[in-house]
């Protein structure tokens, strides 16, 4: 028996995209300049990522505003503007806006259809949801 509220089954995901600035939400978040390198050695621990991908997307969120390149070494070195709460807000409005056309429901119906949330995270969800609503009534 298929229900009114029932969505119908999805196709497989796509494979994950070769890079972006998300991939650099523990690296924005970091305290101490580092170069190129250094954010590509750190990123290609979990995942293969070339050197020149990991340049331009430093690149990118220097146009963002989300870190800052000191150019007076040989080896550039780039800095965050900002703490990785701040960095990772700013990445989910852009992704919220460009992937999920501003539908808030839609980005969390994804997130927690994408990988299974546990029952604390549940729970802090729920508990963030009614102090939401709390605000807006």
Do not use: W
């Not at 890079?19 to 978040?29: I, K």
């Not at 806006?97 to 259809?113: D, H, P």
């Amino acid at each position: 028996v298929v229900s009114s509220t029932s969505r119908p089954p999805r196709p497989p995901p796509p494979p994950p995209p070769s890079g972006g600035p998300p991939a650099f939400g523990g690296v924005g978040g970091a305290r101490r300049p580092a170069t190129v390198r250094d954010v590509h050695t750190e990123l290609s621990k979990d995942r293969d990522m070339g050197y020149t991908t990991v340049l331009k997307l430093m690149q990118i969120m220097v146009e963002k505003g989300l870190v800052e390149r000191d150019e007076r070494a040989r080896s550039h070195t780039y800095s965050p503007l900002q703490g990785e709460a701040e960095t990772q807000r700013c990445l989910l409005k852009e992704l919220l806006q460009k992937a999920f056309a501003g539908s808030r429901r839609e980005l969390v119906l994804q997130a927690l259809e994408a990988e299974p949330a546990s029952a604390e995270e549940l729970d802090d969800i729920r508990k963030m949801l009614n102090e939401a609503k709390k605000r807006t009534s």
